[in-house]
């Protein structure tokens, strides 16, 4: 198992804050901790073990972090650390500045360099998603990633959507990888963090071909995600939106053995099977659900239907959720 699972109720209330600091000093970065809620310190961590490569997902109600000259001196792990904010707010300090941050927002760290944090977030889910790695594993120079420590980034538009969705799926997806998915799940995410800086510092001249590759991959998979149910969709829609060609697009999706208009068919129809074992959509018919997805003619999609899941939809929806389950097609994104 990569996943790891830790919350502070495990002991009495006067000893959870101290917990949570010991668990979190072997995991991240040593830090100084100080909470409003020291007394009862209500706090739940979800590890993802990539190897060097380390994801944790938080939830605990108020926290102070400060990372002081003497901790660097102590103990430096020379490595960058990317917190995404989920459901909080808070403020962090370094040399040059205050910068206010706020669910949806990411920001980068550096273990080398002294910080005070202060966050609030919202009891009862998860605060925010943290990512810690050695700085040399970054495809971009340390002087390129400098220039972004501290620095709000906003992960609800743009590259910083695309790492902050991937962020949210892997904690979300945790525990169905195995330690044969670490090697590709460790790249893409490497690939992704330093497109958005790159993004951001208009610099993407510094990122190696194959991750630039990974970042336009990734912000076509966002694109088709976000427009499925537009039955205009089209292979060269979805080209003409990221300024390259039609033959790039049918270029980059041939590497997966698929092409524009077979990848875009595909999504629809998981999006429809989906709706179909959906107990609170049973009421909507299932011509409503198919045109919810782009399918406009329903008699084609009863055909593509049949024809990729071996059952007319009407059939599918009938069926016991357990059959329903065994009846699904692989549905990873591209």
């Known amino acids: 198992m990569l996943v790891t699972e830790f919350s502070t109720e495990v002991v009495a209330a006067p000893a959870r804050f101290e917990l949570f600091t010991e668990v979190t000093d072997r995991s991240h970065m040593r830090n100084r901790l100080r909470s409003n809620d020291q007394d009862d310190f209500r706090a739940k961590v979800r590890f993802l073990d990539l190897g060097e490569l380390q994801v944790s997902t938080m939830s605990f109600p108020h926290l102070e972090i400060v990372r002081t000259a003497k901790l660097i001196r102590q103990s430096d792990p020379e490595a960058y650390q990317i917190n995404l904010f989920l459901r909080e707010e808070g403020v962090l300090s370094l040399a040059e500045g205050d ?13 080398s360099r002294p910080y005070r944090g202060d966050v609030r977030s919202v009891l009862g889910s998860w605060s925010h998603v943290t990512v810690q790695f050695p700085r040399e594993l970054m495809p971009l120079p340390d002087k390129t990633v400098q220039h972004l420590l501290g ?11 695309v ?22 799940l460790t790249s893409v995410s490497l690939d992704l963090l330093a497109s958005v800086i790159a993004r951001c510092l208009e610099a993407e001249e510094s990122l190696a071909p ?8 990734a912000r076509i998979n966002a694109f088709v995600e976000q427009h499925l149910a537009d039955p205009d969709l089209s292979p060269q829609t979805i080209a003409d939106a990221h300024h390259i060609s039609l033959r790039h697009l049918q270029q980059l ?6 092409s524009p208009a077979a ?55 009938n069926l016991p959720p ?3 389950t065994n009846r699904q097609q692989p549905c990873a994104e591209w």
């Not at 620095?151 to 959507?161: K, L, P, S, W």
């Open 210 to 217: 194959e991750a630039r590759k990974t970042a336009l991959r």
């Open 99 to 111: 910068t206010a941050l706020r669910g949806g927002d990411l920001v980068v760290m550096d273990s």
């Open 151 to 161: 620095i709000q980034i906003d992960g609800r538009h743009g590259m910083g959507g």
């Open 263 to 317: 990848w875009i068919r595909h999504r629809r129809l998981e999006r429809c099977r989906l709706d179909l074992t959906n107990p609170r959509l049973y009421a909507r018919s299932i011509q409503a659900i198919a045109e919810r997805w782009g399918f406009t003619n329903p008699t084609h999609f009863s055909r593509l239907f049949r024809a990729t899941y071996g059952i007319p939809p009407r059939d599918y929806r």
């Open 322 to 324: 357990k059959a329903c």
């Open 163 to 184: 790492f902050a969705r991937w962020l949210s799926d892997l904690n979300a997806r945790a525990g169905e990888f195995t330690p044969a998915d670490i090697p590709t």
């Open 253 to 258: 999706l041939a590497e997966d053995d698929t």
